[in-house]
């Protein structure tokens, strides 16, 4: 089976850097792997492919095949059963996936930060910029996030050869096993940094603070959440940012509630304006609205201000104004007033011993 040179067949020159074997085999192995190609010789060939990048790709093996050829090659590397099980050993499963993303194991996508937002009732409902503070990993200034000392370069990993990740041999009693895991000195990256920056100490980010402008749409409501995409942690060696969710935390109004984009509050009208209807200018959140008060208005009424309520998220329009009546009673009253209205009752029955008339609730 290692008749042919193993550079021939994965169709490199002697002196091909391991990022070229690397990319070689992952061309081919896609281009043969048996379930893609129907070939009957594709099987043959996939397993030389394999064959001849376990050699290659570890610098030690490459080396011995080198000086020695094929019979340099220790039968360790040969002594398997089957060669489709290394590649599953190897990659754990199919080539496919896993094999495009071995290498830079070491770049991290950046957490999700969450905060809480504190608003007032009025932001909340009309929008604000606000300024969030974010405690996160950010990328290191002095070395851009490379983790090396500014000048300097990082080099092949001298633990692995620049593979990205170490194999262990196992005997057992089905064979020769060999397991790949992540090369613990480069952790997956295949580059070494000579000389870690001496701010982040090559992690290439720093802790710290950092603040985020927001704009707080109108119309949001206590409760909700805000996702800025890519606002909190900064990734790892390239890796894509972490999103910041801001969870809003309203502060009641004094006199209005929130029912959806409605302002729902109390409006208390004396006993006699209800009776005989009048008009009232209230306070709205944004200025003054008349509401209409008809003559013979019970307690309980319901009263509407259009477009006096909370901005719809993100559409036009807004929610209505709704006023509840409840009737201001008044307690006590100076002597000519009560003697008034107690001749006005008595002319209408209302006063003493009066049957009561009661209705379901
Ligand atoms: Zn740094
Ligand atoms: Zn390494």
């Known amino acids: 089976m290692a008749e042919r040179d193993l550079y021939d067949v994965l169709g490199v020159s002697r002196d091909a850097t391991q990022d070229d074997i690397r990319k070689a085999y992952r061309r081919l192995a896609r281009e043969h792997h048996p379930d893609v190609n129907q070939d009957p010789e594709a099987d043959r060939r996939f397993k030389e492919i394999n064959l001849a990048y376990q050699t290659l790709s570890d610098p030690a093996r490459r080396r011995q095949y080198d000086l020695f050829g094929g019979e340099g090659i220790s039968p360790d590397v040969f002594g398997f059963g089957d060669l489709g099980d290394i590649v599953e050993a190897f990659f754990g499963g199919s080539p496919f996936g896993r094999a495009r993303t071995r290498r830079r194991t070491r770049t991290a996508r950046g957490s999700d930060v969450r905060v809480t ?36 370069f990082s080099s092949r990993c001298s633990a692995c050869g620049g593979s990205g990740e170490v194999s262990d041999v196992r005997r057992s009693v089905f064979g020769t096993v060999m397991t790949s895991r992540t090369c613990p000195t480069c952790e997956g990256t295949g580059e070494e940094v000579a000389s870690p920056c001496a701010t982040c100490r090559g992690d290439g980010r720093l802790a710290g603070e950092h603040t985020v402008v927001v704009e707080v749409p109108a119309g949001v409501a206590d409760g909700m959440e805000l996702r800025m995409e890519g606002a909190a942690e900064d990734g790892r060696g390239g890796g894509r940012p972490g999103d910041l969710y801001l969870a809003l935390a309203v502060d009641p109004h004094p006199v209005f509630e929130r029912q959806g984009q409605d302002l729902v509050g109390v409006l208390e009208i004396p006993v006699l304006a209800a009776i005989t209807g009048a008009e009232f200018e209230v306070d709205t959140l944004d200025g003054t609205a008349g509401v ?27 929610g209505d104004l709704v006023l509840h009546v409840d009737l201001d009673v008044p307690r006590r009253l100076p002597r000519e007033e009560r003697r008034l209205i107690e001749d006005l009752a008595d002319q209408r029955g209302e006063r003493g011993r009066l049957r009561g008339r009661l209705r379901p609730r």
């Open 117 to 152: 937002l504190p608003l007032t009732f009025e932001e909340a409902v009309f929008g604000a910029t606000k300024e969030v503070p974010v405690r996160a990993l950010r990328l290191c200034d002095r070395c851009q996030g490379t983790g090396a000392e500014p000048g300097t």
């Open 292 to 318: 209409s008060v008809p003559p013979g208005t019970r307690a309980g009424t319901v009263l509407r201000v259009k477009d006096a309520g909370v901005p719809h998220l993100g559409r036009r329009g807004r």
